[in-house]
């Protein structure tokens, strides 16, 4: 091989992996993409724990209110603020959660 083989081969070779590389860190299944998969993950692992704390604040709120385990103030106090019912000589005060 010649001066301008062994060139052009180096050439290629460098531009290949040029290519390789930067595909490497910019492909569909690249470095990047990989960073962008890990961050979604935690945001997901987050709404998972956000979620699951809601549905065992929901559980039990329906275990309050199940017959066997009534809690009579829970009932009374939500049939007040859902009916928004109280009595006449009650002073009634609204706060936000």
């Known amino acids: ?13 460098g531009a290949a992996i040029l290519y390789l590389g930067a595909h490497a860190v910019t492909g569909h299944q690249g470095l990047l993409a990989y ?38 103030d829970y009932l009374d106090e939500r049939a007040r603020i859902t009916l928004a019912a109280g009595d006449p000589d009650e002073i009634v005060f609204a706060l936000e959660r």
Do not use: C, I, T
């Open 35 to 72: 960073v962008d998969l890990q961050a979604e993950e935690r945001a997901l692992e987050r709404r998972v724990a956000n979620l699951d704390a809601e549905q065992a604040a929901l559980e039990a709120r329906a275990a309050r209110l199940r017959p066997e385990s009534l809690d009579l």
């Open 1 to 13: 091989m010649g001066k301008h083989g062994s060139a052009a081969l180096s050439v290629g070779l």
